[in-house]
């Protein structure tokens, strides 16, 4: 199985600061990587698909990066409402596993 | 807009069988893609679970996979997920999606507990 490590487990950043979270796959998964936010109490909304192309409707502050095994989920300024958890999650091959979570708070 | 609806007993008893069903609306069930249940013990991270194709066709994460049967309904706009033989370990929050290599809409997710 392909195995997803995300770091930091946790952030606290304050508001309009740049916000960076990384995701490394235990193998070479091209792009095929996704990124989610879950509010607390709330299912997970798609942010970011094929590591860089962002879900309509989502705010452009996010952006996604990276190919191969290291990715990244920037936030540009961050908004209160980006209170969440944020997990990555890849499709290369079954089963799609996805990272352990991220968990931002504003500071 | 896709919209998925889960539904099933809140409360199994230990060994057991977890039985859910989400229903699809304002979108049909046999466009070509994949169906899938996740799960999210309390407190912690997700935790895929399988997916089923409108013809029947399933994956199953190796984990579960001996405990894990999903079917599907065409007719009835909807498919299913049974587990068996569920222990506490198998409480959490279970989500049922649209997945075409991204999960791009999610039921609101309903919470199972596994207790006598």
């Known amino acids: 199985d392909i195995q997803m490590t995300q770091s930091p487990s946790s952030l606290s950043a304050s508001v309009r600061d740049r916000v960076t979270i990384t995701c490394q796959a235990s193998q070479d998964i091209n792009k095929s990587l996704n990124w989610y936010q879950q509010k607390p109490g709330k299912a997970p909304k798609l942010l970011i698909y094929?590591?860089?192309n962002l879900k309509t409707g989502v705010p452009s502050r996010f952006t996604g990066s990276g190919s191969g095994t290291d990715f990244t989920l920037t936030i540009s300024s961050l908004q209160p409402e980006d209170v969440a958890a944020y997990y990555c999650?890849?499709?290369?091959?079954?089963?799609?596993?996805f990272g352990q979570g991220t968990k931002l708070e504003i500071k | 807009q896709v919209q998925l609806q889960e539904s099933g007993p809140g409360l199994v008893k230990p060994s057991d069988t977890l039985s859910l069903t989400c229903a699809v609306s304002d979108y049909s069930i046999s466009s070509g893609n994949w169906w899938g249940w996740i799960r999210q013990p309390p407190g912690k991270g997700l935790e895929w679970i399988g997916y089923?194709?409108?013809?029947?066709?399933?994956f199953y994460n190796p984990s579960l996979k001996s405990r894990v049967t999903m079917s599907v309904d065409t007719s009835k706009r909807q498919f299913s997920l049974k587990l068996s033989s569920v222990t506490a370990v198998d409480t959490a929050v279970y989500y049922c999606a649209k997945f075409s290599g991204w999960y791009s809409y999610w039921g609101q997710g309903t919470l199972v507990t596994v207790s006598s």
């Open positions: 094929d590591a860089s």
């Open positions: 089923i194709y409108y013809s029947g066709i399933t």
């Open positions: 999650q890849h499709y290369v091959s079954l089963p799609y596993t």
